[in-house]
């Protein structure tokens, strides 16, 4: 099993410079200016890189045939540091990963020089890791807040849609009351109406009869019948 290649921060580089440890792997440099000439690799920095590359081959090789123990291991974020010995000789390994493929490897003979070249390599891995950490929570913030602002939103269209509804039957209750307002007042005109024809054809009527009551109140006089004088009858 070969160790992947991966990209890998700019600062593992100054790590190894300032712990005066060898580079095992290219690190990209900063572009040369326009114009000035780019100088090759040295065969030293060549012989290192390669040498580096073979060391990390010849550990992944131990530890596919599991021939190596690690002794102790710190992962923080992407990064884990171990530091191991091999099963049939003394020999140590301060194995730096990235993203779970070996990155870089220190072969150390004795465990006092292996100790402090894990120690420092474990405590940098863990400010670096801080921003890595930091990311991956600012990331799953994201998202929630991303879910949070859906989960707001089809609310808010929920609770829109629910007071236009209650606005348009507020309108059309609105609108009822004011037909049943016109008709009441239709309604009340037309009592109204025939409320003074009714006292009008009351009077009327208490008029009539009060005229058939004068008028009934003498009888009326038969007719005179001029009559004969009485006489005695001729014998």
Do not use: C
Request: charged content about 25%; glycine content about 2%.
């Amino acid at each position: 099993m070969r160790a992947s290649r991966h990209i890998v921060p700019l600062t593992l580089v100054s790590l190894l410079v300032a712990v005066h440890l060898p580079v095992s792997a290219a690190t990209p440099e900063a572009p040369a200016a326009a114009g000035t000439p780019v100088e090759a690799p040295s065969a030293t920095a060549a012989q290192e890189t390669a040498l580096a590359q073979g060391q990390a081959a010849d550990l992944q090789r131990l530890v596919d045939e599991g021939a190596v123990r690690v002794l102790r291991s710190t992962s923080n974020g992407d990064y884990e540091t171990r530091l191991l010995v091999e099963k049939e000789r003394v020999v140590f390994y301060v194995a730096m990963y990235y993203q779970g493929a070996i990155w870089r490897v220190f072969r150390k003979s004795t465990l006092n020089h292996a100790e402090p070249v894990y120690a420092k390599l474990a405590k940098q891995s863990a400010a670096w890791a801080d921003d890595d950490i930091q990311r991956k929570i600012l990331a799953s913030r994201k998202r929630e807040q991303e879910d949070a602002l859906q989960t707001d939103q089809a609310r808010a269209l929920a609770l829109s849609r629910e007071v236009a509804a209650m606005e348009a039957d507020q309108e059309r209750i609105a609108e009822q009351r004011k037909a049943v307002t016109a008709e009441r007042h239709s309604a009340e005109k037309d009592n109204q109406s025939t409320a003074a024809e009714i006292d009008r054809l009351r009077a009327q009527i208490r008029q009539l009869e009060s005229q058939l009551a004068g008028t009934s109140g003498t009888a009326p006089r038969a007719p005179r019948v001029a009559r004969a004088s009485q006489q005695p009858a001729a014998k």
